[in-house]
């Protein structure tokens, strides 16, 4: 029903900055929660960033101050600004869309990833 396509990615120096974008289509985007998790080598996959459907944020404790994610509804794509980025930002970061009634989830998607990578 809803599909999502992550780009921006790269390989960053210590302390400096990406800005992803995930592009959805499928279903009317602005009823999705939508949010950013990462999975570092040999971790599980974490929540980084959430943004609710009415424009709620919610973060990481460790990417807090450091990263911003936002939404643009008309153009079906959701963003997370990385500033000051540090070695252990290191993963691959996937797109998620969920659609809530309250605290339920009764649709969950995810994009294919893309490689943020740290290092100097």
């Known amino acids: 029903q809803v599909q999502l396509v992550e780009s921006g990615g790269d390989l960053v120096q210590p302390g400096g900055s990406l800005r992803l974008s995930c592009a959805a289509s499928g279903s009317d985007f602005s009823l999705y929660d939508m949010a950013w998790y990462r999975q570092g080598p040999g971790k599980q996959r974490e929540l980084v960033a959430q943004i609710t459907k009415g424009g709620g944020t919610n973060y990481e404790d460790s990417v807090k101050g450091r990263f911003t994610i936002s939404r643009d509804n008309a153009k079906n794509t959701v963003y997370l600004q990385m500033n000051s980025l540090k070695a252990e930002d290191t993963a691959v970061h996937y797109c998620?869309?969920?659609?809530?009634?309250?605290?339920?989830?009764?649709?969950?998607?995810w994009g294919q990833g893309t490689q943020v990578t740290v290092s100097s």
């Open positions: 998620n869309a969920a659609l809530k009634v309250y605290t339920s989830t009764l649709n969950d998607y």
